[in-house]
C-alpha cells in the first residue's frame, strides 16, 4: 500500500514536470515569436513597405524612421533586406527546420539562414547568415507585448545614426566605384587606339555592338551607361589632349559626382599619364594639381 508521503513526492514531482514543460513551451514560443517577428521585418523590407516594417521598430526607433527623409527610408529598407530595389520575400525552410528568407529583386537574390534563437526574458538574439556575406546577428527586445528591432550584431539599432553611417559608407562605395570606371574606360580607350590606330572622338564609340558588328563607331568595349557618361551616381567627361610626342594625341577624363554630397564627394581626374587624382571640388572638376589616389 503507497504511504501519504509517497504519494505527496509523486504529486509534487508531477507538478514541477508540469512547471517545466509550461515554461519550456513558453521559451520556444518565446523563440518563434522572435524569429516569426526578423523574419517579418526583413520581409516588409524587401517589399520597400515602410508601414509594415515600422511595426517592427521600438517606440523611439520608429519616430526617428519617420523623420528620416523618403530617400533615408528607402536607403535603410534596401540595405537591411540587402537589395538594391524592392523585391519579393519568399519563407522556406532547411533541413534542421530552421527559417530561410530569400529577397528575390530585378537586380538579384539575397538569401538569410536563421540559426536558432536564444531568449533571456526580454531579450532575444537571432544569428543569419547571408549567403555570399557575412553573419551576423539580430537583437530583440520585447516591446508592447510584441518583439522590435534592438540591435544588429553588436551595435545598437539607433536609426539616425545608422541611416548616417550607412550613407557615408554608400558615398564611398560610389567613389570607388567612380575611380574604377576611369580606370575600366581609360583601358577601353587604350585597346579602341590599338585596334583601330586612332583615338575615338567620344565615350559614345566605345559602346556595345550588334553581334558580329564592331566598327568604329561601336566598339563594344564598355557598357551601355559608360558609353552615355553616366553610371553609379557619377558622370564621366572625356576629352583629347595633344601628346608628349610629335603627331600623337593623349587623352584626358574627369568624373563628377551626379549629386554633390549625396552620390559622391570627391571629383577624379585621369590626366594623360594614366594617373588618377582625386578631391573634394564641391562638385567642381579635379585637375591634375589634385592629390593622387593609389
Known sequence: MIGRSTLRMVAAAAALTLLLAARAAAQDGSETDATAALTAAISAACRGNE?????YLTTDNAAAFRALSQEQRTAM???LS????????LLSSDDQNH????????????EFRFGNARTRE??????VAVKDGENTEFGLVRESGGWRLLSLGVVLLDIPQLSKQWAESDLAAREDAAVANLRLLDDAIQRYRRAFGKLPDSLAQLGPA???EISPDQASLVSDNLAAGSAAGYRFRYRVVPGSQEDENAFELAALPDAYGKTGRRSFFLDAEGKVHGEDKHGELATAEDPVIP
Open 51 to 55: 508601414a509594415q516594417f515600422e511595426n
Open 77 to 79: 529598407l534596401r540595405r
Open 122 to 127: 526580454n531579450l532575444a538574439f537571432i544569428p
Open 82 to 89: 540587402l537589395a538594391d530595389q524592392s523585391g519579393k520575400p
Open 99 to 110: 527559417t530561410v528568407l530569400r529577397c528575390t529583386s530585378p537586380a538579384g537574390t539575397a
Open 210 to 212: 550588334p553581334k558580329d
